[in-house]
Protein backbone atom coordinates (compact mmCIF):
# COMPACT_ATOMS: atom_id res chain seq x y z
CA UNK A 1 0.00 0.00 0.00
CA UNK A 2 2.75 2.41 0.79
CA UNK A 3 5.96 2.21 -0.94
CA UNK A 4 9.09 3.97 -1.34
CA UNK A 5 10.00 7.20 -0.68
CA UNK A 6 9.32 9.75 -3.11
CA UNK A 7 13.34 10.55 -3.83
CA UNK A 8 13.33 6.95 -4.19
CA UNK A 9 11.36 6.45 -7.30
CA UNK A 10 11.62 7.08 -10.79
CA UNK A 11 9.03 9.22 -12.58
CA UNK A 12 7.43 5.86 -13.99
CA UNK A 13 7.03 4.13 -10.61
CA UNK A 14 5.03 7.29 -9.59
CA UNK A 15 2.11 6.33 -12.10
CA UNK A 16 -1.28 4.40 -10.56
CA UNK A 17 -2.41 1.54 -11.07
CA UNK A 18 -5.92 1.32 -9.70
CA UNK A 19 -9.18 2.82 -8.83
CA UNK A 20 -10.40 3.91 -5.49
CA UNK A 21 -13.51 6.97 -4.46
CA UNK A 22 -12.81 10.92 -1.50
CA UNK A 23 -13.43 14.87 -0.74
CA UNK A 24 -10.50 17.14 -0.06
CA UNK A 25 -9.29 20.75 1.11
CA UNK A 26 -7.07 22.37 -1.57
CA UNK A 27 -3.98 23.75 -1.18
CA UNK A 28 -3.06 25.18 -4.76
CA UNK A 29 0.86 26.50 -5.15
CA UNK A 30 0.54 28.72 -7.98
CA UNK A 31 -3.56 28.61 -8.39
CA UNK A 32 -4.05 32.43 -9.67
CA UNK A 33 -3.26 34.14 -12.06
CA UNK A 34 0.38 35.86 -11.72
CA UNK A 35 -1.32 39.41 -12.19
CA UNK A 36 -3.23 41.98 -10.27
CA UNK A 37 -6.20 41.83 -11.57
CA UNK A 38 -9.17 40.55 -8.58
CA UNK A 39 -9.17 36.89 -7.89
CA UNK A 40 -12.69 36.40 -9.40
CA UNK A 41 -11.14 37.02 -12.54
CA UNK A 42 -10.39 34.03 -14.58
CA UNK A 43 -7.92 34.59 -16.87
CA UNK A 44 -5.72 31.98 -17.50
CA UNK A 45 -5.47 28.50 -16.40
CA UNK A 46 -6.47 27.48 -12.65
CA UNK A 47 -6.99 24.68 -10.21
CA UNK A 48 -9.18 25.80 -7.63
CA UNK A 49 -11.40 22.95 -6.01
CA UNK A 50 -10.51 19.46 -5.31
CA UNK A 51 -13.66 17.22 -4.44
CA UNK A 52 -13.09 14.07 -2.44
CA UNK A 53 -16.10 11.34 -2.58
CA UNK A 54 -15.32 8.24 -0.09
CA UNK A 55 -16.29 4.53 -1.33
CA UNK A 56 -19.14 3.46 0.29
CA UNK A 57 -20.11 6.50 1.91
CA UNK A 58 -21.65 9.07 0.32
CA UNK A 59 -21.25 12.45 1.46
CA UNK A 60 -18.15 12.16 3.45
CA UNK A 61 -15.72 14.94 3.02
CA UNK A 62 -12.94 12.86 4.84
CA UNK A 63 -12.05 9.49 4.85
CA UNK A 64 -11.06 7.01 7.46
CA UNK A 65 -8.02 5.16 7.53
CA UNK A 66 -8.43 2.00 5.17
CA UNK A 67 -10.95 3.42 2.90
CA UNK A 68 -11.11 4.09 -1.32
CA UNK A 69 -11.28 7.52 -2.58
CA UNK A 70 -11.28 9.54 -5.41
CA UNK A 71 -9.80 12.74 -6.15
CA UNK A 72 -11.52 15.46 -8.62
CA UNK A 73 -9.82 18.74 -9.47
CA UNK A 74 -11.78 21.56 -10.71
CA UNK A 75 -9.37 22.75 -13.50
CA UNK A 76 -11.04 26.78 -15.36
CA UNK A 77 -9.73 28.98 -17.94
CA UNK A 78 -10.90 31.79 -20.00
CA UNK A 79 -13.19 31.09 -22.62
CA UNK A 80 -11.33 29.61 -25.86
CA UNK A 81 -11.92 31.17 -29.40
CA UNK A 82 -13.36 28.64 -32.16
CA UNK A 83 -11.17 26.33 -33.32
CA UNK A 84 -9.23 26.90 -36.56
CA UNK A 85 -8.66 23.61 -37.00
CA UNK A 86 -12.04 21.38 -39.08
CA UNK A 87 -13.60 18.86 -36.76
CA UNK A 88 -11.23 19.70 -34.03
CA UNK A 89 -13.62 22.18 -31.52
CA UNK A 90 -11.76 24.63 -28.76
CA UNK A 91 -11.73 23.61 -25.32
CA UNK A 92 -12.12 25.66 -22.17
CA UNK A 93 -9.93 24.64 -20.65
CA UNK A 94 -7.22 22.86 -22.89
CA UNK A 95 -6.19 19.51 -23.58
CA UNK A 96 -5.19 19.04 -20.23
CA UNK A 97 -2.19 16.42 -19.02
CA UNK A 98 -1.32 15.91 -15.01
CA UNK A 99 1.00 13.84 -13.41
CA UNK A 100 0.44 13.28 -9.53
CA UNK A 101 1.79 11.07 -7.00
CA UNK A 102 -0.62 9.89 -3.73
CA UNK A 103 1.69 10.28 -0.67
CA UNK A 104 1.75 10.37 3.11
CA UNK A 105 2.96 13.63 4.54
CA UNK A 106 6.75 14.05 6.07
CA UNK A 107 5.91 15.41 9.95
CA UNK A 108 6.73 19.15 9.41
CA UNK A 109 6.71 22.10 11.93
CA UNK A 110 6.32 24.86 9.09
CA UNK A 111 5.98 25.72 5.52
CA UNK A 112 4.08 23.23 2.85
CA UNK A 113 3.72 19.98 2.98
CA UNK A 114 6.05 17.71 1.58
CA UNK A 115 5.56 14.33 0.52
CA UNK A 116 6.98 10.92 2.36
CA UNK A 117 6.10 7.50 1.51
CA UNK A 118 3.92 7.02 -1.89
CA UNK A 119 0.85 5.60 -1.83
CA UNK A 120 0.32 3.26 -4.57
CA UNK A 121 -1.18 2.12 -6.88
CA UNK A 122 -2.58 5.33 -7.92
CA UNK A 123 -5.44 5.29 -10.71
CA UNK A 124 -5.25 7.71 -13.04
CA UNK A 125 -2.37 9.64 -11.25
CA UNK A 126 -0.98 10.26 -14.31
CA UNK A 127 -2.92 11.31 -17.33
CA UNK A 128 0.29 12.22 -20.31
CA UNK A 129 -2.28 12.37 -22.44
CA UNK A 130 -5.24 11.14 -21.15
CA UNK A 131 -7.36 8.84 -23.13
CA UNK A 132 -10.33 11.17 -22.90
CA UNK A 133 -9.78 14.71 -24.58
CA UNK A 134 -12.21 15.96 -22.27
CA UNK A 135 -11.17 14.19 -19.38
CA UNK A 136 -10.27 16.43 -16.02
CA UNK A 137 -7.77 14.99 -12.92
CA UNK A 138 -9.73 12.27 -11.22
CA UNK A 139 -7.53 9.76 -9.07
CA UNK A 140 -8.29 7.23 -7.02
CA UNK A 141 -6.13 4.89 -4.22
CA UNK A 142 -6.54 3.44 -0.66
CA UNK A 143 -5.99 5.22 2.58
CA UNK A 144 -3.02 3.86 4.23
CA UNK A 145 -3.99 1.70 7.20
CA UNK A 146 -4.73 3.40 10.83
CA UNK A 147 -1.05 1.80 11.57
CA UNK A 148 0.55 2.90 9.03
CA UNK A 149 -0.57 6.31 9.79
CA UNK A 150 0.51 6.20 13.34
CA UNK A 151 3.66 5.00 12.12
CA UNK A 152 4.30 7.80 9.84
CA UNK A 153 3.11 10.51 12.69
CA UNK A 154 0.92 11.69 10.09
CA UNK A 155 -3.34 12.47 10.13
CA UNK A 156 -3.55 12.96 6.62
CA UNK A 157 -2.73 12.46 3.21
CA UNK A 158 -1.73 14.17 0.06
CA UNK A 159 -2.07 14.15 -3.50
CA UNK A 160 0.66 16.65 -5.51
CA UNK A 161 1.66 17.34 -8.72
CA UNK A 162 1.10 19.16 -12.45
CA UNK A 163 -1.30 20.10 -14.48
CA UNK A 164 -0.54 21.79 -17.64
CA UNK A 165 -2.36 22.79 -20.84
CA UNK A 166 -1.62 21.04 -24.40
CA UNK A 167 1.34 19.76 -23.37
CA UNK A 168 3.05 17.04 -20.80
CA UNK A 169 4.67 17.82 -17.28
CA UNK A 170 8.04 18.31 -16.55
CA UNK A 171 9.39 15.15 -14.78
CA UNK A 172 11.72 16.70 -13.10
CA UNK A 173 9.86 19.56 -12.05
CA UNK A 174 7.37 17.24 -10.62
CA UNK A 175 10.15 15.11 -8.51
CA UNK A 176 11.40 18.49 -7.58
CA UNK A 177 8.10 19.73 -6.39
CA UNK A 178 6.80 16.82 -4.13
CA UNK A 179 10.41 16.33 -2.51
CA UNK A 180 10.22 20.18 -1.50
CA UNK A 181 11.98 22.08 -3.63
CA UNK A 182 9.76 24.63 -5.33
CA UNK A 183 12.32 27.19 -6.50
CA UNK A 184 12.49 28.54 -10.04
CA UNK A 185 10.62 25.06 -11.46
CA UNK A 186 8.63 25.09 -14.90
CA UNK A 187 5.89 22.68 -14.61
CA UNK A 188 5.35 21.77 -18.44
CA UNK A 189 8.37 20.13 -20.37
CA UNK A 190 8.02 22.89 -22.91
CA UNK A 191 8.54 26.11 -20.96
CA UNK A 192 5.88 28.21 -23.32
CA UNK A 193 2.96 25.79 -21.57
CA UNK A 194 0.64 26.70 -19.33
CA UNK A 195 0.81 24.62 -16.53
CA UNK A 196 0.13 24.60 -12.09
CA UNK A 197 1.70 23.28 -9.17
CA UNK A 198 -1.35 21.54 -7.13
CA UNK A 199 -1.16 20.15 -3.72
CA UNK A 200 -4.20 18.74 -2.14
CA UNK A 201 -4.41 17.91 1.61
CA UNK A 202 -6.86 15.46 2.49
CA UNK A 203 -7.24 15.52 6.50
CA UNK A 204 -8.32 11.96 8.25
CA UNK A 205 -11.94 11.61 10.05
CA UNK A 206 -10.99 12.32 13.59
CA UNK A 207 -14.99 11.69 14.53
CA UNK A 208 -16.06 8.89 12.39
CA UNK A 209 -19.40 8.38 14.55
CA UNK A 210 -20.43 12.16 13.35
CA UNK A 211 -18.27 12.73 10.13
CA UNK A 212 -17.91 15.92 8.21
CA UNK A 213 -19.99 15.52 5.49
CA UNK A 214 -20.15 17.71 1.94
CA UNK A 215 -21.81 20.87 1.88
CA UNK A 216 -24.36 21.06 -0.30
CA UNK A 217 -25.17 24.17 -3.59
CA UNK A 218 -29.15 24.02 -3.92
CA UNK A 219 -30.09 27.00 -6.10
CA UNK A 220 -28.62 29.94 -7.88
CA UNK A 221 -30.46 32.74 -8.81
CA UNK A 222 -29.94 35.67 -11.62
CA UNK A 223 -32.03 38.75 -10.58
CA UNK A 224 -34.31 36.90 -8.42
CA UNK A 225 -35.25 34.53 -10.81
CA UNK A 226 -34.21 30.97 -12.18
CA UNK A 227 -30.76 31.09 -14.08
CA UNK A 228 -31.68 30.93 -17.95
CA UNK A 229 -31.05 28.51 -20.32
CA UNK A 230 -28.93 26.96 -22.41
CA UNK A 231 -26.48 27.53 -19.79
CA UNK A 232 -28.22 26.85 -16.95
CA UNK A 233 -26.88 23.41 -15.71
CA UNK A 234 -23.25 23.93 -17.00
CA UNK A 235 -21.29 25.11 -19.94
CA UNK A 236 -20.40 22.57 -22.69
CA UNK A 237 -16.36 22.43 -22.49
CA UNK A 238 -16.31 22.53 -26.70
CA UNK A 239 -18.48 26.21 -26.37
CA UNK A 240 -15.96 29.03 -27.91
CA UNK A 241 -16.04 32.37 -26.57
CA UNK A 242 -17.35 34.25 -29.28
CA UNK A 243 -21.06 33.50 -31.12
CA UNK A 244 -23.16 32.23 -28.32
CA UNK A 245 -25.64 34.04 -29.57
CA UNK A 246 -26.92 31.37 -32.02
CA UNK A 247 -27.30 29.25 -29.10
CA UNK A 248 -30.01 31.37 -27.88
CA UNK A 249 -32.22 30.37 -31.06
CA UNK A 250 -35.30 28.23 -29.74
CA UNK A 251 -35.99 30.54 -26.30
CA UNK A 252 -38.68 32.17 -25.47
CA UNK A 253 -38.38 36.00 -25.79
CA UNK A 254 -38.53 36.04 -21.81
CA UNK A 255 -35.67 33.18 -21.23
CA UNK A 256 -33.52 35.58 -24.29
CA UNK A 257 -34.07 38.66 -22.03
CA UNK A 258 -32.78 37.32 -19.12
CA UNK A 259 -29.16 37.23 -20.90
CA UNK A 260 -27.40 40.74 -20.40
CA UNK A 261 -26.96 42.88 -23.21
CA UNK A 262 -23.33 44.68 -22.91
CA UNK A 263 -23.27 47.51 -20.68
CA UNK A 264 -26.14 47.21 -18.64
CA UNK A 265 -27.05 47.23 -15.10
CA UNK A 266 -25.65 44.74 -12.85
CA UNK A 267 -27.14 42.02 -12.05
CA UNK A 268 -27.70 40.06 -8.73
CA UNK A 269 -26.64 36.63 -8.60
CA UNK A 270 -27.76 34.61 -5.02
CA UNK A 271 -26.80 31.63 -4.54
CA UNK A 272 -28.09 29.06 -1.58
CA UNK A 273 -26.74 25.91 0.07
CA UNK A 274 -28.69 23.23 1.86
CA UNK A 275 -29.93 23.86 5.32
CA UNK A 276 -27.83 20.56 6.19
CA UNK A 277 -24.74 22.03 5.05
CA UNK A 278 -24.23 24.43 8.15
CA UNK A 279 -22.94 21.30 10.12
CA UNK A 280 -22.61 21.47 13.58
CA UNK A 281 -19.56 19.92 15.56
CA UNK A 282 -17.48 19.87 18.58
CA UNK A 283 -14.41 21.12 19.25
CA UNK A 284 -12.78 20.84 22.53
CA UNK A 285 -16.01 20.22 24.22
CA UNK A 286 -17.73 23.55 22.29
CA UNK A 287 -20.55 23.19 19.79
CA UNK A 288 -19.32 25.30 16.85
CA UNK A 289 -21.18 25.67 13.49
CA UNK A 290 -19.54 25.84 9.90
CA UNK A 291 -19.27 28.74 7.78
CA UNK A 292 -19.41 28.83 4.44
CA UNK A 293 -16.88 30.38 2.26
CA UNK A 294 -18.65 31.08 -1.29
CA UNK A 295 -15.75 31.88 -4.01
CA UNK A 296 -16.90 34.15 -6.91
CA UNK A 297 -15.47 33.36 -10.52
CA UNK A 298 -15.88 34.21 -13.78
CA UNK A 299 -14.22 34.84 -17.10
CA UNK A 300 -15.76 38.33 -17.99
CA UNK A 301 -17.38 41.45 -16.62
CA UNK A 302 -16.37 42.31 -12.84
CA UNK A 303 -18.16 41.17 -9.88
CA UNK A 304 -18.16 43.09 -6.85
CA UNK A 305 -16.51 40.44 -4.69
CA UNK A 306 -14.30 37.74 -4.30
CA UNK A 307 -15.52 35.70 -0.97
CA UNK A 308 -18.71 35.83 0.48
CA UNK A 309 -19.55 34.26 3.79
CA UNK A 310 -22.82 32.13 5.01
CA UNK A 311 -22.87 31.89 8.52
CA UNK A 312 -26.49 31.07 9.70
CA UNK A 313 -30.16 30.55 8.34
CA UNK A 314 -31.36 31.39 5.71
CA UNK A 315 -28.55 29.62 4.13
CA UNK A 316 -27.91 32.44 1.39
CA UNK A 317 -25.73 34.78 0.20
CA UNK A 318 -26.01 37.37 -2.99
CA UNK A 319 -23.24 39.46 -4.61
CA UNK A 320 -23.69 41.51 -7.72
CA UNK A 321 -21.68 41.15 -11.27
CA UNK A 322 -21.57 43.94 -14.45
CA UNK A 323 -21.32 42.79 -17.93
CA UNK A 324 -18.72 43.92 -20.42
CA UNK A 325 -19.18 47.19 -21.96
CA UNK A 326 -18.10 45.59 -25.61
CA UNK A 327 -18.67 42.53 -27.02
CA UNK A 328 -19.03 41.15 -30.81
CA UNK A 329 -22.12 41.02 -32.57
CA UNK A 330 -22.77 37.35 -32.34
CA UNK A 331 -22.55 37.50 -28.70
CA UNK A 332 -19.91 36.51 -26.06
CA UNK A 333 -20.03 33.35 -23.86
CA UNK A 334 -19.51 34.34 -20.02
CA UNK A 335 -18.40 31.24 -17.80
CA UNK A 336 -19.52 31.36 -14.31
CA UNK A 337 -17.62 29.10 -11.38
CA UNK A 338 -19.60 28.78 -7.93
CA UNK A 339 -16.74 27.06 -5.35
CA UNK A 340 -18.11 26.44 -1.25
CA UNK A 341 -16.00 25.21 1.07
CA UNK A 342 -16.77 24.40 5.08
CA UNK A 343 -13.35 25.13 6.36
CA UNK A 344 -13.06 21.27 7.50
CA UNK A 345 -12.30 19.44 3.66
CA UNK A 346 -16.11 19.70 2.59
CA UNK A 347 -16.71 21.50 -0.65
CA UNK A 348 -18.92 21.46 -3.85
CA UNK A 349 -19.22 23.45 -7.16
CA UNK A 350 -21.54 24.54 -9.98
CA UNK A 351 -20.53 26.00 -13.31
CA UNK A 352 -23.12 28.59 -15.40
CA UNK A 353 -23.34 30.56 -18.60
CA UNK A 354 -24.53 33.87 -19.51
CA UNK A 355 -24.37 35.08 -23.08
CA UNK A 356 -23.70 38.69 -23.10
CA UNK A 357 -25.55 39.92 -26.20
CA UNK A 358 -24.91 43.62 -27.77
CA UNK A 359 -26.54 46.56 -26.36
CA UNK A 360 -29.77 47.52 -28.36
CA UNK A 361 -28.85 49.96 -31.93
CA UNK A 362 -30.99 52.80 -29.42
CA UNK A 363 -28.82 52.32 -26.57
CA UNK A 364 -25.61 52.89 -25.99
CA UNK A 365 -23.56 51.83 -23.16
CA UNK A 366 -23.26 53.99 -19.93
Known amino acids: MIGDSVGALGWDKLKGRRPGLGLIALCLVVACSESFLPAWAVIDLRAVAALVEVEGKPGRARPDPGDDVQVSILVVDQGAPASDEQGVPALTPDLLQWAFAACVPLPTLIGPPICG ?59 QFILGETDDLNPCEDPN ?54 DLDGLSDAEREKHPSAGSEASSIELSVTEDSLQAYIVDEMTRTEEMQVSWLTDGGEFERT ?22 EDGLLVRFNFVIRDGRGGTDWVERGLCVLPAPADESPP
Open 307 to 328: FSFITDLPATVLTFWRPLVDVP
Open 117 to 175: DVIQPCDGCTGTPPDDRLAFPVVRFQVPSAAELQAAGADRVLVQGVICADGPPAADAII
Open 193 to 246: DEGRFVSVTIPIEPTPDDPNLHPEISNLFLDGRSWPPPYDQSVPRTAPREGCKA
